[in-house]
């Protein structure tokens, strides 16, 4: 069974930066996209940014452009997001995602695996 687990929301000052960590186990095959989304309150869930197998493609949706940074490490079997110039309406549950299929499909359609969430919250 496929294992997603993010680690690193919290509570930080507009304008500070975060790092959002996640680390997956059980992926049988080798060649995976990973990514992340978030869900604002009452919202459905929506794309932040994705990452292909190697690294060497990535996608960010353009409310995040410039200000967030998706890596991953495959000898760690994880993914990251550095989040800077945080804004409120960053504030939001962050998912870590896992798909065979490649990065910009997970940008185009909902990914096969996921993470429990971890709550980012941005305060003035």
């Known amino acids: 069974q496929v294992q997603l687990n993010e680690s690193g929301g919290e509570l930080v000052r507009n304008g500070g930066s975060l790092r959002l960590s996640c680390a997956t186990s059980?992926?049988?095959?080798?060649?995976?996209?990973m990514g992340w989304f978030r869900q604002f309150p009452g919202k459905e869930r929506e794309f932040v940014a994705s990452?292909?197998?190697?690294?060497?493609?990535?996608y960010y949706a353009d409310s995040v452009k410039g200000r967030f940074t998706i890596s991953r490490d495959n000898a760690k079997n994880s993914v990251s997001l550095q989040m800077n110039a945080l804004r409120r309406e960053d504030s939001a549950v962050y998912y870590c995602?896992?798909?065979?299929?490649?990065?910009?499909?997970?940008?185009?359609?909902?990914?096969?695996?996921w993470g429990q969430g971890t709550q980012v919250t941005v305060s003035s």
């Open positions: 059980n992926f049988s095959r080798r060649n995976y996209a």
């Open positions: 995602a896992a798909d065979e299929r490649d990065a910009m499909t997970m940008a185009l359609r909902p990914p096969r695996y």
């Open positions: 990452i292909s197998w190697e690294g060497a493609v990535t």
